[in-house]
Structure formats: C-alpha cells, structure tokens
C-alpha cells in the first residue's frame, strides 16, 4: 500500500481563519513533507521532517505552522492567509533508508478569500 | 543543485510508444533519476527511479545514458489516460537523510485518440 491520504479535499477560508490541513501515511516512512503548487506551476517545498522533527523549513512565512505529531501524521496549521496562499497543498512520505521514493498524497484545494 | 531540462510539450498516438527526453548535465555521480507524472488537479505519482543502469517497471522503461547526462522516459503504449504533465527529477539529499525534490516545468504529453 502506497497510499498518503489528505483531508480535507477542498477548503475555503477567510485571512483571518485559523485552520488545518492533515496528512496520514501508514507505509512506515520517516520522513514527511509539505509542497506547495500554485495554479500551472510545478510543486515546491515548503517543509520536510525527519523521524518528527522539523529539518528543512524552505524559508516559509510564520502563518504556515507544521506539526508532526508522531510518525504517521503530518499537520499545516494556517493562521491569517492571504489571498495569494490559495494553491493546492501536497503532502508526501519517503522511507529514509534507500532511494527515498516519495509517495504523494491528492492535495488539498485551498482558496483564501 | 543538478537541474532538468525537458521539452514543454509532446504529442503522442494513442497505443504508440511515448519517448519523453531529459537533459541532466551536472547530475552527480550518487544522484538518482526520478519520473514523476501529474494528472490534472491530483498529486504527483511516482513512476520509475534509476541511477545508473536502465530500469523497467509494470508502468514505464527509463533509459539513461552512459554518461547519465540524459534520460528518456519510455511509455511503451500509450492511452488517453497518460495525458499528464511528466517532470524529470534529480534527486538532491536534503538534511538527515530526506529527499529535497525540485520539480522543473516537466513536459505536457497530450495522448491523441
């Protein structure tokens, strides 16, 4: 089973919302991540962890606030969005051991209004 | 940071073979090959990896040359269902042993009927 899942699906939310994206993957993969994709644009970092610690944060403003509260989960916690953080979010898994294939999750479609 | 160059777009017959090239000059000599395809609005799945010597799965071939400064992905029969953007990645080794993927613009294969 390669399977990463994400909910929710869609999510729309005002700048001054707080909300959460979840990310689960029960492969056994130590290390997991956050992508960004903005509309035509291919995907870009944002964050990896590593057996849950944070170990590579691509510069990201303080309104992204990743969580990874134990090996299978891996939350984005959005707090004051603008309307330009609208993009489809990816989450993905890779075992650290070996060619660290990464297997990505469906996305969650956000729009900040 | 090796990069990837791919053409924008290719056209393919369905149940013809899809040959999608890719430049990798600076690629270094422990970096994996990775092919990744993205079918509109959905994530990122993996297709094949490779370092060295050519590989084969129940998906796709990838042909790497003997100097790895290129790479073709090879769909042996093509369907509709392939029409996907189809990124070529070098894979660069982040902190603790993760994987940093940076996708670049990937080829666009439109499969015609």
């Known amino acids: 089973d390669t399977e990463v899942t994400q909910t929710p699906k869609h999510l729309v939310m005002g700048m001054t919302n707080k909300k959460s994206l979840k990310c689960e993957q029960h492969m056994g993969h130590r290390a997991m991540y956050w992508y960004k994709q903005k509309a035509k644009k291919p995907p870009e970092l944002m964050f990896v962890y590593s057996y849950e610690k944070l170990s590579i944060n691509e510069s990201v403003p303080s309104r992204f606030s990743p969580e990874c509260p134990n090996s299978s989960l891996l939350n984005l916690h959005l707090h004051a969005l603008q309307p330009e953080d609208s993009a489809l979010y990816l989450c993905?898994?890779?075992?650290?051991?070996?060619?660290?294939?990464?297997?990505f999750g469906p996305g969650t479609r956000l729009l900040v209004l | 940071d090796a990069k990837t160059t791919q053409p924008p777009s290719m056209d393919c017959a369905e149940g013809r073979a899809a040959n999608l090239p890719c430049n990798h000059s600076?690629?270094?000599?422990?970096?994996?090959v990775y092919w990744y395809r993205q079918i509109h609005s959905q994530g990122p799945q993996y297709i094949i990896h490779?370092?060295?010597n050519n590989e084969t799965n129940e998906m796709a071939s990838l042909i790497i040359t003997e100097d790895r400064k290129s790479s073709t992905l090879i769909l042996p029969h093509a369907t509709l269902r392939d029409t996907a953007v189809y990124y070529c990645?070098?894979?660069?080794?982040?902190?603790?042993?993760?994987?940093?993927?940076?996708f670049g613009q990937g080829t666009t294969l439109q499969v015609k009927p």
């Open positions: 600076t690629i270094s000599g422990n970096e994996y």
């Open positions: 993905a898994s890779s075992a650290l051991q070996g060619p660290p294939t990464q297997y």
């Open positions: 990645i070098v894979r660069v080794m982040g902190s603790g042993n993760t994987c940093k993927l940076i």
């Open positions: 490779g370092l060295k």
